[in-house]
């Protein structure tokens, strides 16, 4: 999803501050006895793709250390984040049942209103009762395949009709259960669910459930059509979160643009970092935190490691800057079989995490000596510098794209560079392409 950020625009004051030295140059001369090869290497910003900013689970009752239903009286409360546009959805089980959930409808529950201020109070009256279609109901309360009597989650017969839809026969959700939202600073809501269903005609627990925060329609059902099968099955049948959380994690990110790209094709070992080791006042730090590689260029440029340099210009435009979603940085590198690649760019919605291959690098020939050609991103990771404290992706008052200044953020108490992701592909993709 778009993170509603202005094209082609300085991020903040300070960011981005590429300079004349973080134009692409060479470090030393090319050794043509070593059979050299250029390469072109495309980094192109594919983090639209993503459904939901936000998702995950919610499973501990009163905010207590272990998972469980809520019982009348109880409550779940989790914490999200959202942009204006967005809007809120969950499924929580009614465990009186063989299959209903209480959720929002449509869309799901607008976490901003028309003026783009935040929502705050009971919005219970958004929430319905659905039932999923995935098994057959029997009467409210008093099923022998219904999760409090049955003898083993998914025992039910199937329903004849396997669509997703409304239930009114039981009245409003409101008898059942009270949601309300409060806001925070900065785009945090707080939601609880509080299970309200002690003097309804059916009193019961609610389960553990999952939500999601996104601009797209019908983030976890439609009505009329029957279960996905990514998981809203567990969710209403037996209470079981967990798969449907991990389905849409996987389609959960944050689009972000990404920074000016620092390579470099070297005889030398780990040129740009070493994991589980400081990386504080270097030139990977001034990268991932504010999006310039200046220091790692002017640092390598002046030792004959190879093919040093960055590339700070989109492709297609006029001059330095950001590459947003959509858009791509492309350079030349010149390397031998004995040269790995090695590159880094700052996902600047972050604090301070970058996209790199690891420090051992990517060796542009195959064993037989070939030079490799195509998309290459399954080597590329996502990286937490150690430099400087993390705030919710995103959102983070010290990001560059709402920091006052470079290097504003707390130091992390974490001190060193790791990995925060080996799966970079739905941010960025990257191919590699051998010239003549």
């Known amino acids: 999803m778009q993170m509603h950020l202005p094209r082609r625009r300085t991020l903040a004051a300070?960011?981005?501050?590429?300079?004349?030295?973080?134009?692409?140059?060479?470090?030393?001369?090319?050794?043509?006895?070593?059979?050299?090869?250029?390469?072109?290497v495309r980094i192109e910003n594919v983090s639209n793709g993503f459904e939901y900013s936000q998702s995950g689970a919610f499973a501990n009752p009163n905010a207590g250390a272990e998972p469980g239903p809520a019982f009348p009286g109880d409550f779940y409360e989790f914490s999200t984040y959202a942009n204006?546009?967005?809007?809120?959805?969950?499924?929580?089980?009614?465990?009186?049942?063989?299959?209903?959930?209480?959720?929002?409808?449509?869309?799901g529950l607008a976490l901003y209103d028309a003026d783009g201020h935040p929502i705050s109070g009971d919005v219970t009256d958004h929430i319905n009762i659905y039932d999923a279609g995935?098994?057959?109901?029997?009467?409210?309360?008093?099923?022998?395949?219904?999760?409090?009597?049955?003898?083993?989650?998914?025992?039910?017969?199937?329903?004849?009709?396997?669509?997703?839809?409304?239930?009114?026969?039981?009245?409003?959700?409101s008898q059942f259960i009270s949601v309300t939202v409060t806001p925070g600073e900065g785009g945090h809501f707080t939601v609880r669910v509080t299970n309200t269903s002690g003097d309804s005609a059916v009193?019961?627990?609610?389960a553990p459930g999952v939500y999601t925060v996104g601009s797209g329609e019908a983030p976890l059902f439609a009505t009329g059509h029957?279960?996905?099968?990514?998981?809203?099955?567990?969710?209403?049948?037996?209470?079981?979160a967990a798969p449907l959380a991990e389905a849409l994690d996987a389609r959960t990110g944050t689009a972000t643009p990404i920074a000016p790209v620092f390579y470099a094709a070297t005889w030398w070992d780990?040129?740009?970092?070493?994991?589980?080791?400081?990386?504080n006042g270097l030139g990977i730090e001034l990268l991932a935190e504010d999006g310039s590689p200046a220091m790692l260029v002017e640092g390598y440029s002046v030792r004959p490691f190879g093919d040093v340099g960055a590339q700070p210009v989109p492709?297609?435009?006029?001059?330095?800057g950001p590459a947003f979603p959509g858009d791509a940085y492309e350079f030349t590198v010149s390397a031998t079989p004995t040269q790995p690649l090695h590159f880094a760019t700052m996902f600047v919605q972050t604090n301070d995490w970058f996209f790199s291959p690891s420090q051992e690098g990517i060796y542009l020939f195959d064993e037989h000596g070939d030079p490799i050609s195509g998309d290459i991103t399954d080597h590329v990771n996502i990286y937490d510098a150690g430099t400087e404290i993390?705030?919710?992706?995103?959102?983070?008052?010290?990001?560059a794209p709402r920091q006052a200044g470079p290097n504003t953020g707390a130091d992390d108490p974490i001190n060193h560079v790791r990995i925060v992701s080996d799966n970079a592909g739905g941010y960025v993709k990257v191919t590699i392409t051998p010239v003549g």
Do not use: C, K, Y
């Open 134 to 173: 995935t098994e057959i109901d029997q009467p409210v309360g008093e099923g022998a395949d219904q999760a409090p009597r049955q003898s083993g989650p998914d025992t039910g017969a199937d329903d004849p009709d396997n669509t997703v839809r409304r239930v009114t026969s039981l009245g409003a959700a």
């Open 270 to 279: 780990r040129p740009i970092f070493t994991e589980g080791r400081s990386m």
């Open 315 to 320: 492709v297609g435009a006029e001059g330095p």
């Open 84 to 107: 204006p546009g967005e809007n809120l959805s969950f499924a929580t089980m009614l465990v009186q049942s063989n299959d209903w959930f209480f959720a929002p409808g449509g869309a």
């Open 226 to 240: 029957p279960d996905r099968g990514e998981g809203l099955e567990g969710v209403a049948e037996d209470g079981a």
């Open 203 to 206: 009193p019961g627990p609610i």
């Open 14 to 40: 300070g960011v981005l501050a590429v300079t004349t030295a973080a134009t692409a140059v060479a470090a030393g001369p090319v050794d043509a006895s070593r059979n050299h090869q250029e390469f072109t």
């Open 390 to 399: 993390d705030q919710v992706t995103g959102f983070g008052a010290d990001q």
